[in-house]
């Protein structure tokens, strides 16, 4: 560490470039999108205060992928003191961040796919998506907007999801015989 103000930067620049992939991750380890989010918040501060620890060179992802696993196991230990019961068994959940840590490196190529693939939708559909999984608007509020109903909303969400899928699929598959 030569200047702290550099590794500063750097970290910064580093867990910014991550956040979808740890957002992800958490999600993937929970199966809760409220409760993704307060342990992605709890993730991104220990990291950050554990920022002195990271070893520039050294895989940032799987280094804030081990951070965000502690992080799930004592919110879900936490919850289930206050709750006095088990959603999920601690064992599952390892297991969950288990197969996450397992498909981490898939991950760039499905997110450049996705990518990809959401620029090939109209820009309605783009919109749809952008409130529903950016904004996370509920149906009824997303319809309102676009002046549709919510069995339309649904449709175009459904059939747009099962395009982008086969879409991804598809792009994947051709960079592997690449």
């Known amino acids: 560490m030569s200047n702290p103000d550099e590794v500063s930067d750097q970290f910064v620049?580093?867990?910014?470039?991550?956040q979808s992939q740890l957002k992800g991750y958490v999600y993937s380890s929970l199966g809760n999108?409220?409760?993704a989010q307060d342990v992605l918040q709890r993730t991104n501060l220990t990291l950050w205060?554990?920022?002195?620890e990271y070893r520039t060179g050294e895989p940032f992802l799987a280094w804030a992928f081990g951070v965000a696993r502690y992080e799930v196991l004592g919110y879900l230990r936490d919850r289930n003191r206050e709750q006095e019961r088990?959603?999920?068994?601690?064992?599952?959940v390892a297991m969950m961040c288990d197969v996450a840590d397992a498909e981490m490196g898939l991950w760039p190529d499905r997110q450049l796919a996705l990518h990809q693939c959401l620029e090939e939708l109209d820009e309605q559909t783009r919109q749809v998506f952008a409130l529903?999984?950016?904004?996370?608007?509920?149906?009824?509020?997303i319809a309102e907007t676009t002046?549709?109903?919510?069995?339309?909303i649904k449709s175009l969400?459904?059939?747009?999801?099962?395009?982008?899928r086969k879409c991804i699929?598809?792009?994947?598959?051709s960079a592997e015989t690449a």
Request: net charge positive; aromatic share 4%.
């Open 13 to 18: 620049s580093l867990l910014t470039i991550h």
């Open 33 to 35: 999108r409220d409760d």
């Open 49 to 52: 205060k554990k920022a002195a």
């Open 86 to 92: 088990v959603v999920f068994h601690s064992d599952v």
């Open 132 to 141: 529903r999984y950016a904004e996370n608007r509920p149906l009824q509020q």
């Open 147 to 152: 002046h549709k109903t919510i069995d339309a």
């Open 157 to 164: 969400m459904l059939r747009s999801r099962k395009a982008l």
């Open 169 to 173: 699929e598809h792009r994947l598959a």
